[in-house]
């Protein structure tokens, strides 16, 4: 059922849904959720099974704010707190220690939890909403089928998961993919994730540099090496490997689409072209659309040329390539 986010009896509607165990689409400005309330594991568990994903796979909680965040949290490190202070509300979530017995299963069972508060106005309303219900925050991972595009629209929800799921639209999400992620559980932030933010602005916020993930992060929502990927086969490639590629197809019928920065030169007929954006927020805002009207179009090839080697493409880069990887 597809409400209008923006109405306040509709909001309403869907409160009332999730204090009850039920499911809800809501929107955020990376991308659509599949929200769940977050202290009930039965109603955390219609997720897994929703999205056929690993239940040791944790879930994001999204939460109203940072008072908020410490009905999940044992403690709130000095930069988490900082990190909080400069992007909460926004696209980052904060990996911290995980309070005993809360949120046991959108933790993936670990001792650690990811805790965001997002800035779209749709999704602030029904967590109010919601917790003037007693619901103290929702676990809520993409809207899609596990490991497939995360939707950045209310009708891809409904494509995934059908009309019955209670759905609020608040629009086509700004930023298009999803948050930052940093594990502040060991001593020193580690980016387990990139996002639109770009490292250097997290590490001016944070005080200090990030370290990369290893073999001790905890496990955290799309860092499996496959991940996001089309129905289609996607291939990453540098602009000369692509142009070259084309070239040597000759005229035989390809159901190929191209994602390029640059126009294709010796494409063959019928090949579907799409114009990657020069700046790497309109990339980031477009890129789970694109690929998601490319498989509606009926390709069977997605050729993509790799993006810029800038640390502003950073997001754009990590989901083109578990999408690759798939």
């Not at 869907?14 to 959720?33: H, K, N, R, S």
């Not at 999940?72 to 911290?96: C, H, K, Q, S, Y």
Request: net charge negative; glycine share 8%.
């Amino acid at each position: 059922m597809l409400l209008d986010g923006f109405d306040a009896g509709a909001v309403e509607r869907a409160a009332e849904c999730l204090a009850a165990g039920e499911l809800v689409g809501m929107p955020t400005e990376t991308v659509y959720g599949l929200a769940a309330r977050a202290d009930d594991d039965a109603a955390v568990a219609k997720i897994f099974h929703a999205k056929g994903r690993p239940a040791n796979h944790p879930l994001i909680v999204h939460v109203t704010d940072a008072d908020q965040a410490r009905a999940f949290a044992a403690e709130v490190p000095a930069v988490a707190r900082r990190l909080m202070d400069a992007f909460w509300p926004g696209p980052m979530t904060l990996i911290l220690p995980r309070a005993e017995g809360a949120a046991t299963a959108a933790a993936g069972g670990q001792a650690s939890i990811g805790l965001r508060c997002p800035s779209h106005p749709v999704a602030q309303a029904l967590l109010a909403a919601a917790a003037r219900r007693g619901v103290p925050g929702v676990a809520a991972p993409s809207a899609n089928r596990f490991g497939r595009v995360s939707p950045t629209q209310a009708a891809h929800v409904v494509a995934e998961f059908g009309e019955a799921l209670t759905v609020l639209d608040g629009g086509a999400c700004e930023l298009g993919i999803e948050s930052s992620i940093v594990d502040c559980t060991r001593g020193h932030p580690v980016l387990l994730r990139p996002g639109v933010i770009s490292r250097a602005r997290i590490e001016e916020a944070a005080g200090e540099p990030l370290r990369d993930a290893d073999a001790d992060a905890p496990r955290a929502p799309g860092t499996l090496a496959a991940h996001y990927a089309p129905n289609a086969t996607l291939r990453l490639m540098p602009q000369q490997m692509l142009t070259a590629a084309l070239q040597m197809l000759g005229k035989q019928p390809l159901k190929l689409a191209v994602y390029s920065r640059t126009v294709p030169l010796g494409a063959p007929d019928g090949v579907r072209h799409r114009r990657m954006p020069l700046r790497p927020d309109q990339a980031a805002h477009e890129l789970f659309s694109v690929l998601r009207e490319l498989d509606d179009e009926g390709a069977q090839l997605i050729w993509v040329e790799e993006p810029p080697v800038d640390p502003e493409w950073d997001g754009v880069r990590d989901r083109l390539r578990r999408a690759a990887a798939a």
